[in-house]
């Protein structure tokens, strides 16, 4: 069944804003559902998300109820270092794809949590593992999950505003210069390959923190830590430096120095985060897979 929330505007504000706020819902789920017609300022509909509410102003939000996902329960091996009530951190492999999409229906992270978790959130109304962020998939590490809608809304909200601390671990062509350093420069698709992600003058704002861990035979190891996070953007931007993360088939070179397969060395290795409900300052670690081992140690120093 749909859920029908009536409230009073009481101080001037956008409706998506304050429908994302009256519903607890995301930002972005507020907008689609304007656009849809479920929203009525004072008994007329309204499908502007940026209308100012003036206050005193009566906001009826009539949200359908979730579609099933389409995605089908897996009994896929999956390693989830914490869940609660509200929130799951799991460990995703490289190789494997977050959600299913055309060539990658079954198999993917999505399929494995249907399995594993018994609630997982509705926010994008359709019925789905609350999956808050993504990594790719050649890209090894760990993931938020939101277990209900509410702890959706708190953890998006997080990465909105840059609180959450995700650090990467990543080994790169060539030895860098410099000890530690940053990338900022805009990212979106790029102009010519609409499969890349380029720096451009009219992207979204990006920046990487990055801090040499160890230089090795030909290469580096760096930890990597986003304030932002685009497509890509940890591989863009240290391509853009001369840099690109070593075995990334995208970004790298068509000759690299090493033969890596499988995908660029690039580890998600922490995340920290505030608890929904509790408000405890939450923080884990993972090591990363045997590939990335292996290769680490075939390039240190003798």
Known sequence: MSERIEKICEAPARLDVFVADAAQITRSRAGSLIKDGCAAVDGAAQTKAGFALKPG?????????????????????????????DVAVVFKPSGMVVHPAAGNERGTLVNALLKHLDNL?????????????????DTSGLLLVAKNDRAHVSLSEQIKAHTVHRAYQAILIGNLKEDEG????PI??????RKKMAI????????????????????????????????HQIRVHMA??????????????????????????LHAY???????STGEELLFEAPPEQRFLKWLEKLRER
């Open 57 to 85: 102003a009566r906001v009826t939000i009539d949200i359908p109820e979730a579609a099933p996902s389409r995605a089908e329960a897996e009994d896929i091996d999956l390693n989830i270092l914490y869940q609660d009530e």
């Open 121 to 137: 959130s509705g926010i994008g109304g359709e019925i789905r593992p609350g999956i808050v962020h993504r990594i790719d998939k």
């Open 200 to 231: 451009v003058p009219d992207g979204r704002e990006a920046r990487t923190n990055w801090y040499v861990r160890e230089r090795l035979r030909g290469a580096t190891l760096i930890e990597a830590r986003l304030t932002t996070g685009r497509t």
């Open 240 to 265: 853009s430096i001369g840099h690109p993360v070593l075995g990334d088939p995208v970004y790298g070179p068509k000759k690299p120095p090493y033969p890596v397969t499988g995908g660029q060395l």
């Open 182 to 185: 940053f990338v900022d420069a």
């Open 270 to 276: 922490r995340i920290g985060f505030v608890h929904p």
């Open 188 to 193: 979106g698709r790029h102009p010519v390959d």
